[in-house]
């Protein structure tokens, strides 16, 4: 009994729901950040998108059950290890679909709009355009967008352009890196597209190249939201964590290299120096959207794009004389 409880939690996986996270980056960049409602709404709407990501998981283990059969890492989970059948998956999909659906609905119909919508991609994902090559890592990404707008959705507030942008160019990154990772631990001859179609269509130098554009675009668009004008009025020090940024990105390009890992979420939880570069810059980004103000007292005094430059004007000497004298002559 037990043991096929522990198959049903590994069918949903829970240790994806971190990537849930990205519901809260509306939250913690706006002014309700302060309120506790929105704190509340925000859990809410982060539980719904992990109960419809979960769905999303069994569903899509359901129809590939011969696929990952042949996978080294993916056979080993439930479905295609056999300790739970596709029709098991297949219900708990649905009831993890209405349970997250159900818990959308009494939130903002702008969040109960875009949950759904996350969900109908994921199933047309699921259905086929996984086999459609660029197009399943751009679905991906729209997929984490999603979960940002979500988030905004839920306690209505605006999101920045910057960060949207950040948010899916940055997980194409991830998302390119993924089927890097992939072709590592499959590059026996053929065996990639024995798995799965559209990795025979992946090859190495076409991913290399593709994560290089994507990630310096990703970082190109983080700089640009921390010099926003909105930003800097408000959390003018974020820009001082982006060494952690660079570093996070080139460590992730080269931990894919190895064919260790399966994907960015093993990467993240397995790798000690990327889990500890992760955890640093979430700590210091929280210290800066609570306590900023108080922050960039003890760091350098930068100007920032569109400001002029402090200019200190001298007295000349004649105003200097009058001045003093005018000090001298003064009635006391």
């Not at 309120?35 to 069994?58: E, H, N």
């Not at 979960?147 to 390119?176: K, N």
């Not at 570093?247 to 399966?262: D, K, N």
């Not at 990327?274 to 108080?294: E, N, P, Q, S």
Request: charged share 15%; hydrophobic share 50%; with cysteine.
């Amino acid at each position: 009994m037990l043991s096929k409880v522990w198959a049903y939690i590994e069918l949903i996986r829970p240790a994806q729901w971190v990537k849930n996270v990205f519901v809260f980056a509306a939250l913690g960049f706006s002014e309700e950040r302060y309120d506790p409602q929105s704190f509340l709404t925000a859990i809410v709407a982060f539980i719904s998108f992990s109960l419809l990501s979960s769905s999303v998981y069994a569903f899509n283990d359901m129809r590939d059950a011969r696929e990952d059969a042949l996978h080294p890492t993916k056979r080993k989970r439930p479905v295609p290890s056999g300790r739970v059948s596709p029709g098991e998956a297949g219900i708990i999909a649905v009831l993890l679909a209405i349970a997250g659906v159900g818990l959308a609905w009494p939130l903002p119909r702008g969040f109960l709009l875009t949950a759904v919508t996350y969900l109908a991609l994921n199933l047309f994902y699921s259905l086929g355009a996984k086999r459609l090559v660029l197009l399943d890592i751009i679905l991906i990404a729209i997929g984490f967008v999603l979960r940002a707008l979500g988030g905004a959705a839920a306690i209505e507030v605006d999101v920045s352009a910057w960060l949207i942008i950040c948010t899916f160019t940055l997980c194409l990154f991830l998302g390119f890196g993924k089927r890097r990772c992939e072709l590592a631990m499959l590059d026996a001859p053929g065996q990639a597209a024995s798995y799965r179609a559209t990795l025979a269509l992946y090859t190495p130098d076409l991913l290399n190249q593709l994560l290089a554009v994507t990630g310096g675009i990703a970082v190109i668009t983080f700089l640009l939201y921390t010099l926003d004008p909105h930003t800097t009025t408000t959390f003018r020090p974020l820009i001082f964590t982006t060494p952690l940024v660079f570093y996070a990105i080139f460590r992730y390009a080269m931990l894919i290299e190895t064919g260790r890992h399966p994907g960015p979420t093993d990467i993240l939880i397995s790798d000690r120096p990327f889990l500890v570069t992760a955890v640093l810059w979430l700590v210091l980004t929280a210290v800066i959207v609570y306590r900023g103000k108080d922050v960039e007292r003890y760091l350098p005094k930068l100007r920032w794009p569109g400001t002029p430059p402090a200019v200190k004007t001298a007295m000349s000497p004649r105003k200097t004389e009058a001045s003093l004298t005018g000090a001298t002559n003064a009635t006391p």
